[in-house]
């Protein structure tokens, strides 16, 4: 099993839409899990920290579970300028392990 | 203030070809990284630097060589580039390596070794 999962996609939602990314990891022991956004071609950038207790960021919400060793992402009322691919990242002892990435296609 | 800047952008080398990728950041970031990612396979470390002076490996250092300059600068050099290298190399920097330090990324190397 990867040590950090997540379905590649594409998802392709209508704008305007709600929409969910789940990643899944395997290290119960893990410190500490983040969401980066990567644009075609560019380089990844830091979304938003998961914290234990779920966290919001204005039409984003992250949320850990860890009983069930997963990082959600959701995305509310989708823009246009969503559009990337989202890379899920967990931090454990000495490791930084960073998903293949979900890819995000807000359509018209 | 530039963040993460690294050179060159592009580069095609010849199997057996030495090259070395450059990085800087101006954020006085204690440590700094180097990645490759390629399809499928996500983010990889090569090796790190936690703080000047000092150089670890990661996940898939062979092939790759790396200097820590001052604080400011961390190079990755490939000796002998094999097609198997061919791919795109990311620095980063972060201000400690701390569980919830972000970690700032360069804008890329893309490496084709023909």
């Known amino acids: 099993r990867k040590e950090v999962e997540q379905d590649p996609g594409p998802f392709n939602v209508p704008e305007g839409a709600t929409v969910a990314f789940n990643c899944t990891y395997s290290?119960?022991?893990?410190?500490?899990f983040f969401w980066y956004r990567q644009d075609c071609r560019k380089e990844p950038k830091l979304l938003m920290s998961?914290?234990?207790s779920g966290n919001e960021d204005g039409r984003f919400t992250a949320q850990l579970n860890r009983a069930s060793q997963y990082i959600s992402l959701l995305i509310r009322d989708s823009k246009l300028s969503d559009s990337a691919t989202y890379l899920c990242?967990?931090?454990?002892?000495?490791?930084?392990?960073f998903g293949t990435g979900t890819k995000l296609q807000v359509i018209p | 203030n530039a963040g993460v800047t690294q050179t060159p952008k592009f580069q095609v080398l010849k199997t057996g070809q030495s090259m070395t990728l450059q990085c800087a950041q101006d954020?006085?970031?204690?440590?700094m990284y180097w990645y490759r990612q390629d399809p499928g396979m996500g983010l990889r470390l090569i090796y790190y630097?936690?703080?000047?002076?000092?150089?670890d490996k990661g996940e898939v250092p062979n092939g790759y060589n790396v200097s820590r300059l001052n604080k400011r600068e961390f190079s990755l050099r490939l000796e002998s580039a094999a097609p198997s290298q061919t791919s795109v190399y990311f620095c980063a920097s972060s201000e400690a390596r701390g569980y919830y330090n972000e970690q700032f990324f360069g804008p890329g190397t893309r490496l084709t070794v023909l």
């Open positions: 290290n119960s022991a893990s410190q500490s």
């Open positions: 954020m006085n970031h204690n440590s």
């Open positions: 998961v914290y234990s």
């Open positions: 630097s936690a703080s000047e002076g000092t150089t």
């Open positions: 990242v967990e931090r454990g002892y000495q490791k930084v392990t």
